[in-house]
T-cell receptor, first 114, second 112 residues
Framework: DAGITQSPRHKVTETGTPVTLRCHQT?????MYWYRQDPGHGLRLIHYSYGVKDTDKGEVSDGYSVSRSKTEDFLLTLESATSSQTSVYFC?????????????FGSGTQLSVL | QKEVEQNSGPLSVPEGAIASLNCTYSDRVSQSFFWYRQYSGKSPELIMSIYSNGDKEDGRFTAQLNKASQYVSLLIRDSQPSDSATYLC????????????FGQGTTLQVKP
């Protein structure tokens, strides 16, 4: 998966608990993204980063925060998990961004919030 | 109206036939269009990109773009059972994020 590692691969947690998902890349790509995938909705962008400490919101950012302290790591945090955040989360990377935005995806994290 | 729309399917075709997957988009100024393939339980992978009107061929795959009709399609010739997957259409949006917007995907089943 193009040098992208997501951890954990699976997680079950309880409503109200904080959760952090990690994305690690070895490609030295500038752009990193977090998507969630739900039946009937396809992939929806949560947050993205265009450099160290440079992040911005996507279309479904409420309830999520991100941090990028190093080029290779992009963390997604659910401050207080809710059942509506049960989903498959994909990290993606892109070398150039912009109109030539070819994404490479990690293997995904299956998150269940009970 | 969703920004990128696809028929969720499933689309079922016999082995060796042409599979035609369709996608419409709402943002008239979109310039970049992509098709991703996703096998069940796996991550999406890019198979085609197209930026100008007309056809673009890559092996058994042909992407077609018609900006006037806001329509993108993917043709798969000589379909194989290994082509059975979900195909995601994605468009660069000039909207609030300027990032890739995905359709919900079309599931293709190729029957031997």
């Amino acid at each position: 998966d193009a040098g992208i590692t997501q951890s954990p691969r699976h997680k079950v947690t309880e409503t109200g608990t904080p959760v952090t998902l990690r994305c690690h890349q070895t490609e030295n790509h500038r752009y990193m993204y977090w998507y969630r995938q739900d039946p009937g909705h396809g992939l929806r962008l949560i947050h993205y980063s265009y450099g160290v400490k440079d992040t911005d919101k996507g279309e479904v950012s409420d309830g999520y925060s991100v941090s990028r302290s190093k080029t290779e790591d992009f963390l997604l945090t659910l401050e207080s998990a809710t059942s509506s955040q049960t989903s498959v989360y994909f990290c993606a990377i892109s070398e150039f961004g912009g109109s030539n935005e070819k994404l490479f995806f990690g293997s995904g994290t299956q998150l269940s919030v009970l | 109206q969703k920004e990128v729309e696809q028929n969720s399917g499933p689309l079922s075709v016999p082995e060796g036939a042409i599979a035609s997957l369709n996608c419409t988009y709402s943002d008239r100024v979109s310039q970049s269009f992509f098709w991703y393939r996703q096998y069940s339980g796996k991550s999406p992978e890019l198979i085609m990109s197209i930026y100008s009107n007309g056809d673009k061929e890559d092996g058994r795959f042909t992407a077609q773009l018609n900006k006037a009709s806001q329509y993108v399609s993917l043709l798969i010739r000589d379909s194989q059972p290994s082509d059975s997957a979900t195909y995601l259409c994605a468009v660069i949006s000039s909207g609030n994020t300027g990032k890739l917007i995905f359709g919900q995907g079309t599931t293709l089943q190729v029957k031997p």
